[in-house]
C-alpha cells in the first residue's frame, strides 16, 4: 500500500495537494479504485473542492480499469467539482438499491455494473 502523502483533510482524513497529485500522475495503475461524495450519468463522479477532484482525476487518468466505489444513496446528486465523467470509468460496484433507470444508463455506456447486497 501507498500513501501519497501532501497536506490532511480534516473533513475526511485523506491526503490532499500539489504533492500527491504529482504522484499520481507519475504511476499506471493496472486498477484504480475511486470513491466519491456524489455522482449522476449527467455530471459525474463530483466532489465539494477542487483539490480532491484534481486527485480523483489524476488517480484514474493512467489507470488501465478505473473503478467507482459508491453509494446508491449519493447517486443523483452533485457537488461543484467534477473530477471525471462516467463514461471515463470501466466499472461501478453500488449497492442494490441503485434505481433500474440508472442502471440501464450504465449498461448503456459500456460501464460495468457490480450491484452488491
Known amino acids: 500500500m501507498t500513501?501519497?502523502?501532501g497536506?490532511?483533510?480534516?473533513?475526511?482524513q485523506s491526503c490532499i495537494g500539489e504533492h500527491g497529485?504529482?504522484?499520481?500522475?507519475?504511476?499506471?495503475?493496472?486498477?484504480a479504485f475511486v470513491s466519491c461524495n456524489s455522482w449522476?450519468?449527467?455530471?459525474?463522479?463530483?466532489?465539494?473542492?477542487?483539490?480532491?477532484?484534481?486527485l480523483k482525476h489524476d488517480?484514474?487518468?493512467?489507470?488501465?480499469r478505473r473503478v467507482l466505489l459508491a453509494d446508491s444513496s449519493e447517486y443523483g446528486s452533485w457537488s461543484l467539482f467534477c473530477a471525471a465523467p462516467l463514461e471515463s470509468l470501466t466499472d461501478t460496484v453500488t449497492d442494490e438499491r441503485l434505481e433500474e433507470a440508472?442502471?440501464?444508463?450504465l449498461r448503456e455506456r459500456g460501464i460495468g455494473l457490480l450491484l452488491t447486497a
Open 3 to 5: 500513501i501519497i502523502g
Open 7 to 12: 497536506r490532511i483533510d480534516d473533513s475526511s
Open 21 to 31: 497529485r504529482r504522484l499520481l500522475r507519475s504511476i499506471n495503475p493496472d486498477i
Open 40 to 54: 449522476s450519468l449527467e455530471r459525474g463522479i463530483t466532489t465539494p473542492t477542487e483539490e480532491k477532484a484534481g
Open 59 to 64: 488517480l484514474l487518468a493512467n489507470a488501465g
Open 102 to 105: 440508472a442502471r440501464r444508463g
